[in-house]
């Protein structure tokens, strides 16, 4: 059993911390809004309010955190595919978080998203720790709850 932290527990990861859940993961999911807490506690994971451009509010979240899925596709704040997330990977060396799941599709402006996807590769390169990139178009998501799920589980090994 891993502990997965879900930054970005919308409906999107909801639905993924659910399928995590049902394979015996331990997970937590943030969410900006309090109001948002029971329906990710009804996915089975702990929900706690967070704010991925205010890491201060993420770092102690990941105590006791395998992986960490950043499902941001949707999210159009440009930090949290460039310097957000670059200073959060950077982070990650000194923690027992091993691994990275990063949506690489969405509506962000693509741009933004290859920026992120490349941080995500180097980081994966320079601290040794496995990555995966969600290609899948959230707007199918069948599809992109199958890739996901199937994602965390090639970082778990």
């Given at each position: 059993?891993?502990?997965?932290?879900?930054?970005?527990?919308?409906?999107?990861?909801?639905?993924?911390?659910?399928?995590?859940?049902?394979?015996?993961?331990?997970?937590?999911?943030?969410?900006?809004?309090?109001?948002?807490?029971?329906?990710?506690?009804?996915?089975?994971?702990?929900?706690?309010?967070?704010?991925?451009?205010?890491?201060?509010?993420?770092l102690?979240?990941?105590?006791g955190?395998s992986?960490?899925?950043?499902?941001?596709?949707?999210?159009?704040?440009?930090?949290?595919?460039?310097?957000?997330?670059?200073?959060?990977?950077?982070?990650?060396?000194?923690?027992?978080?091993?691994?990275?799941?990063?949506?690489e599709?969405?509506?962000?402006?693509?741009?933004?998203?290859?920026?992120?996807?490349?941080?995500?590769?180097?980081?994966?390169?320079?601290?040794?720790?496995?990555?995966?990139?969600?290609?899948?178009?959230?707007?199918?998501?069948?599809?992109w709850?199958?890739?996901?799920t199937?994602?965390?589980?090639?970082?778990?090994?």
């Amino acid at each position: 059993m891993a502990r997965v932290l879900i930054v970005g527990c919308g409906c999107r990861g909801r639905e993924l911390a659910a399928a995590l859940v049902a394979d015996g993961h331990a997970v937590r999911g943030t969410t900006r809004h309090e109001d948002s807490i029971s329906e990710i506690e009804a996915a089975g994971a702990q929900a706690v309010v967070a704010d991925p451009d205010r890491l201060a509010t993420l770092l102690p979240l990941i105590e006791g955190v395998s992986i960490i899925c950043w499902l941001m596709g949707t999210a159009a704040a440009p930090a949290l595919h460039g310097p957000r997330l670059r200073s959060i990977v950077e982070k990650l060396v000194d923690t027992p978080v091993r691994g990275f799941v990063y949506e690489e599709a969405g509506s962000v402006e693509q741009d933004r998203l290859e920026e992120g996807a490349a941080i995500v590769r180097e980081a994966g390169e320079v601290y040794r720790m496995p990555v995966e990139l969600l290609e899948q178009d959230p707007a199918d998501r069948a599809a992109w709850l199958g890739e996901a799920t199937a994602a965390v589980r090639r970082v778990l090994g």
